[in-house]
């Protein structure tokens, strides 16, 4: 706490007309196997000070692993420097939303702390999933298996009053698993479990049952996959598949750097623009929602990286445009007030405008009322590959497991099924959601320098009518 006062206190003597100074520890484990042997242990151990703060309209940014105060010292001269030169080269200052602010701590807890066990015991986790593949018959001759946990601590303190303490355990493990049958290959390519919490949760979650489904659903498309059908079809989509689709089409393009061009030259454009707020983009049966507040989520944060209070941020409700992702520069850009998307991989990155845990909010049909009414479509459980352009309008997926859908049934898996669609015609076509919600992790890549934070994306099953589906 001394360091961060001495650094919001050294940028406003410096000329700084706001200063926030972010303390962020990372400790923990990573163990990897690779088709039944241990490959190695990695401990993770990193710590440091980042500075950010306003003069003159500029903003300026540095950080600093050595944690006396000369060198945090000289990292808040930097940062001062660097936004008094920014300010001379921008058409507008500056300026942040007002908030209310808090000094808050909060702390996720862990039931079983992860910490308390070594690395062998977490091996144990692995060689779980080895086991039950192995029981499977199925002949999976490639097994990268990965456990990982973090602590991570925060502390932020800023010009404006807020002061926030934060502890987040992060466990997961991830899996990449080859099937090699009847001649032919397939792969389910680096599936990951991952939540904020203890070990208990990777049990409860049990990652050698989604592992063996994997490898079994591989199998059966080898064996029994044909061509899916082609043309203007009904599509039923998964939670996994709507989570992909929603963090890439809806997430992304409402982040509000993009919207404004920062990230044009780094990740790309939006196709959203400032005034299509209140513009319909879906039908009635969609609403998206980006909550950082889920409990035990792997995006999961109470307060962000400039001292703002999280909430669920409805991005589409009932198929219209309802708010941008935004922090509070671009929150003052829009006369709003922000809604908690600051977040930073780490002590050495500033806060950018990120996702956490982006979802299909569910609606009221059962998975059996999607299905029966199909004549001919096709259901995607899950995919392989995806793309979309750098405006996030036009994009593709490609099924992994799917099967055809003839006359209300569910029939037999069928090849890598092929959607292309624009953004707007993919939520214009979603006619029914189902009941229940299932998120998956990954890890969302923004900025230069490069930031992967940790996500959650998934939703409701989703019926579309009447898209377009090829082969490939």
Excluded at 396 to 415: C, D, M, Q, S, T
Aim: charged content about 30%; aromatic content about 10%.
């Amino acid at each position: 706490m001394e360091l961060l006062e001495f650094a919001v206190e050294k940028a406003l003597e410096l000329g700084a007309s706001y200063a926030e100074a972010r303390f962020e520890e990372k400790k923990g484990t990573s163990l990897a196997m690779k088709n039944g042997n241990p490959e190695g242990l990695s401990v993770i151990s990193d710590r440091g000070m980042g500075v950010r703060v306003l003069a003159d309209g500029g903003m300026g940014f540095a950080s600093t692993n050595v944690l006396t105060k000369e060198s945090v010292g000289e990292a808040v001269k930097k940062a001062v420097k660097l936004a008094k030169a920014a300010a001379k080269v921008r058409k507008e200052p500056i300026v942040f939303s007002e908030e209310d602010f808090h000094s808050v701590e909060y702390k996720v807890k862990m039931r079983k702390d992860f910490r308390d066990f070594s690395p062998e015991e977490k091996l144990e986790l692995l060689r779980k999933i080895e086991e039950e593949v192995k029981a499977t018959g199925v002949n999976v001759p490639m097994r990268y298996l990965n456990y990982s946990d973090q602590v991570w601590k925060k502390k932020i303190l800023h010009s404006d009053g807020a002061y926030i303490e934060s502890k987040i355990p992060r466990v997961s493990v991830t899996y990449n698993l080859v099937v090699f049958e009847n001649g032919q290959m397939e792969q389910a390519p680096f599936v990951q479990r991952a939540f904020s919490g203890g070990l208990e949760l990777i049990e409860k979650d049990e990652p050698w049952k989604w592992a063996v489904k994997d490898v079994q659903a591989l199998k059966r498309l080898i064996y029994e996959g044909r061509k899916p059908p082609e043309g203007r079809v009904d599509l039923v989509i998964s939670p996994e598949v709507a989570g992909i689709a929603v963090h890439e089409s809806v997430g992304h393009p409402y982040e509000s750097d993009r919207i404004f061009g920062r990230e044009a030259a780094q990740a790309g454009e939006s196709f959203v623009k400032p005034d299509m707020l209140g513009e319909r983009i879906g039908s009635e049966a969609v609403t998206v929602i980006e909550d950082p507040t889920i409990p035990n989520s792997w995006g999961f944060y109470l307060y962000d990286d400039e001292g703002v209070k999280a909430r669920p941020r409805y991005l589409i409700r009932n198929g219209i445009i309802n708010e941008f992702l935004m922090n509070r520069e671009y929150a003052a850009k829009l006369g709003q007030r922000s809604n908690a998307a600051a977040r930073a991989i780490n002590y050495n990155r500033e806060p950018i405008v990120r996702m956490a845990n982006t979802y299909l909010a569910p609606g009221d049909h059962s998975f059996e009322e999607l299905i029966e009414d199909v004549k001919l479509g096709v259901y995607m459980v899950s995919f392989n590959e995806w793309n979309i352009d750098d405006r996030r309008y036009q994009q593709r997926y490609i099924g992994r497991e799917a099967y055809l859908i003839e006359n209300g049934e569910i029939k037999h898996p069928v090849r890598r099924p092929i959607l292309e669609i624009t953004t707007r015609a993919l939520w214009s076509s979603v006619d029914a959601v189902g009941r229940e919600v299932e998120f998956y992790p990954g890890t969302c890549g923004k900025g230069e320098p490069g930031q992967g934070v940790p996500v959650w994306m998934g939703g409701a099953h989703a019926r579309l009518r009447d898209i377009p589906l090829r082969r490939p």
